[in-house]
C-alpha cells in the first residue's frame, strides 16, 4: 500500500528531524499484557480462516455479501477513504514546485516618426504571464505533513476495515435474532394450540359434570393470555423482519423469510494471544495510525519555527519578447528568492504547538482506551461462551423434565387425579423452559459473533464493494 511505504519513509525522516527538536515525533503506548487470555486453557493458535463460514448458514453469507454492497454506513466509510486519498494527494503535491500562467489585454497608443511626420497608432496590447514557485523542504516540516496526511489515509482505510466487520457482524446478529423470534412466534403458536386444547378438554368435563365452572374460567382465561404472548411476538418479529432488511440496504417490509433449525455451534478455536490482537483489530490499527498521525503534526507545528526559503519566477511574454522569454538567461535574471523566519506573529506558532501537542496527547490515551476495551471484549467473550453452552444444556435439560411433567399432568386431570391448577402450571413451566432455552441459544449465538467481532475476524474479499467506491485504487 503506497500510503504505508510513505508513512514508514516519513517516519525514518521525522525522526531524524527530532533528534534536532529533543522531541521524539511520536509514541505508540505499550499497555501491561498477559501472554495469554485469562479465560480458558485454549492454546494461542493464530485466527485463520473465514469465521462467517463456520455457522454453516448459506443464506447468512448470502445477507452478509449483500449487506456489504447495499449498507449506506459501508458506503460513507469507503467516501472517508476516497476523501483521506485526496487529501493525502493534495498535501504531496503542495511540495512540488507550481507554475501558474496568466494572460492580459488593453489598449495602447504608441506614436512613431515616419519621414519626420508624426504617425500616431493604437490598438490592442496583449501579454502572457508565467509565474513558477517552490518552496525547499529545508527541515523536513513539509514532509511531516505529508506523513500526517497518509497516516491519516492509513486510518481511514482500518476505519473502512472495521465498518466491514461491523457491517458483517450486524447482519449475523440481526439474522440470529430473526430466527429466534420465529422460534419464539412458533412456540406462542403451539401455547395457544394447547391452551385451546386443555380448554376443550376441560369444557367436555364440565359438561359431563366431572368439573366446575371455575376449570372453565381458569381454561379460558389461560387461552387469553396465549393469545396476547402470539399478538406481543408476532410485532417482535415483525420488528426483527424490518431490522435486518435495514441493515441489508432494503425497505423494511417485514418480507424477509427466516431459516428453519438453529446455528450450531462449533468449540472456539484460533484466539491468538493478547498481543497478536494489536495487529489483527482494524480499530486498533486506525488508533494507532491517528497517534502516527498526531506525532507529525507536532512536528510540524515546533519546525514552523523554523526559516523558510521561497524561490520564485516570473516571465512575461508578448509579441515583442517572446524570445526573450525562451532565453535561459532571460529566466535565470528573473528568479527571486526569499527567506523569512518568524519573529512575533501573537503566539500563533507556540499555541499551535500546544494543540498539536495536546491532540497527540489524546490521540495516546485513546489508543489505550481502545486498546483495553478489546481485551474486555475477548475476555468476556470467552467467558461467556463457556457459561451460555453450560446454560444451554441445563435448560435443554430443564425443557425435557418439563416436557414430561406436562405429559403426566394432563394424563392425571382427563383421569380426574390431578386439578388444572397443576396442569396449567406444567404447560407454563414447559413454556417457559422452551421459550428459555430459545433464550439461551440465541444469546450463544450472538457472543459468538461478537467473540469473532473482539478478535476482528477475517473476512472474505468484497471486491464488488471495492471496484464500486475505490475506482481502482486498493481500499
Known amino acids: 500500500m503506497r500510503a504505508q511505504l510513505t508513512?514508514?519513509?516519513?517516519?525514518?525522516?521525522?525522526?531524524?528531524?527530532?533528534?534536532t527538536t529533543g522531541q521524539q515525533p511520536w509514541a505508540v503506548p505499550q499497555p501491561e499484557r498477559p501472554a495469554s487470555w485469562t479465560n480458558g486453557e485454549r492454546a494461542p493458535i493464530p485466527v485463520t480462516g473465514d469465521w462467517v463460514a463456520s455457522f454453516d448458514d448459506p443464506t447468512l453469507s448470502s445477507l452478509i455479501g449483500e449487506a456489504l454492497i447495499n449498507s449506506p454506513d459501508l458506503q460513507a466509510s469507503a467516501a472517508r477513504v476516497q476523501a483521506a486519498r485526496a487529501a493525502a494527494a493534495a498535501e504531496y503535491g503542495s511540495t512540488l514546485p507550481s507554475l501558474n500562467g496568466g494572460a492580459d489585454a488593453d489598449w495602447t497608443s504608441n506614436v512613431i516618426d515616419v519621414n519626420d511626420d508624426a504617425v500616431r497608432s493604437e490598438g490592442p496590447g496583449f501579454g502572457l504571464s508565467l509565474i513558477a514557485s517552490w518552496e525547499p523542504d529545508l527541515w523536513g516540516r513539509l514532509a511531516a505533513g505529508v506523513a500526517a496526511s497518509d497516516a491519516d489515509l492509513l486510518a481511514a482505510e482500518a476505519d473502512f476495515e472495521a465498518a466491514r466487520l461491523s457491517i458483517t457482524a450486524s447482519t449475523a446478529i440481526a439474522w440470529i435474532q430473526l430466527n429466534t423470534a420465529v422460534r419464539q412466534l412458533d412456540l406462542a403458536d403451539e401455547t395457544l394450540d394447547a391452551r385451546e386444547r386443555t380448554l376443550r378438554l376441560t369444557e367436555r368435563r364440565f359438561r359431563n359434570g366431572l368439573t366446575g365452572a371455575l376449570d372453565v374460567r381458569l381454561a379460558r382465561s389461560a387461552v387469553e393470555t396465549a393469545r396476547a404472548s402470539q399478538l406481543d411476538q408476532m410485532r417482535s418479529t415483525g420488528e426483527a423482519r424490518r431490522a435486518i432488511e435495514v441493515v441489508l440496504g432494503r425497505y423494511p417490509a417485514n418480507e424477509?423469510?427466516?431459516?428453519?433449525?438453529v446455528i450450531q455451534l462449533t468449540d472456539i478455536e484460533g484466539t491468538g494471544?493478547?498481543?497478536s490482537l494489536l495487529a489483527r483489530r482494524p480499530d486498533i490499527n486506525a488508533a494507532e495510525a491517528r497517534i502516527a498521525a498526531a506525532g507529525f503534526r507536532v512536528e510540524e507545528a515546533r519546525l514552523a519555527l523554523r526559516p523558510s526559503l521561497d524561490l520564485t519566477a516570473r516571465l512575461f511574454t508578448s509579441n515583442a519578447d517572446i524570445v526573450d522569454a525562451?532565453?535561459?538567461?532571460?529566466?535565470?535574471?528573473?528568479?527571486?528568492?526569499?527567506?523569512?523566519?518568524?519573529?512575533?506573529?501573537?503566539?500563533?506558532?507556540?499555541?499551535?504547538?500546544?494543540?498539536?501537542?495536546?491532540?497527540?496527547?489524546?490521540?495516546?490515551?485513546?489508543?489505550?482506551?481502545?486498546?483495553?476495551?478489546?481485551w474486555q471484549e475477548v475476555e468476556n467473550a470467552l467467558a461467556a461462551d463457556e457459561l451460555l453452552a453450560a446454560q444451554v444444556e441445563s435448560q435443554a435439560r430443564a425443557l425435557d423434565e418439563a416436557e414430561q411433567a406436562e405429559i403426566l399432568a394432563e394424563?392425571?386431570?382427563?383421569?380426574?387425579?390431578?386439578?388444572?391448577?397443576?396442569?396449567?402450571?406444567?404447560?407454563?413451566?414447559?413454556?417457559?423452559?422452551?421459550?428459555?432455552?430459545?433464550?439461551?441459544?440465541?444469546?450463544r449465538a450472538i457472543n459468538r459473533v461478537q467473540f469473532h467481532l473482539a478478535l476482528g475476524g477475517n473476512l472474505p474479499e468484497n471486491?464488488?464493494?471495492?471496484?464500486?467506491?475505490s475506482e481502482g485504487s486498493d481500499l
Open 7 to 19: 508513512l514508514l519513509s516519513f517516519a525514518a525522516l521525522a525522526g531524524c528531524a527530532s533528534t
Open 463 to 469: 471486491t464488488e464493494l471495492e471496484d464500486q467506491f
Open 411 to 443: 394424563r392425571q386431570y382427563q383421569n380426574g387425579l390431578s386439578t388444572i391448577f397443576n396442569l396449567i402450571d406444567a404447560q407454563t413451566r414447559r413454556i417457559n423452559a422452551e421459550a428459555s432455552l430459545i433464550t439461551a441459544q440465541n444469546a
Open 256 to 261: 424477509i423469510e427466516a431459516s428453519d433449525g
Open 326 to 374: 525562451l532565453d535561459p538567461a532571460f529566466i535565470a535574471g528573473q528568479v527571486a528568492s526569499s527567506l523569512t523566519a518568524p519573529i512575533f506573529n501573537g503566539g500563533t506558532i507556540k499555541a499551535n504547538i500546544e494543540a498539536a501537542e495536546a491532540q497527540a496527547r489524546l490521540t495516546a490515551a485513546n489508543y489505550v482506551t481502545t486498546v483495553l476495551t478489546a
Open 273 to 275: 494471544d493478547p498481543t
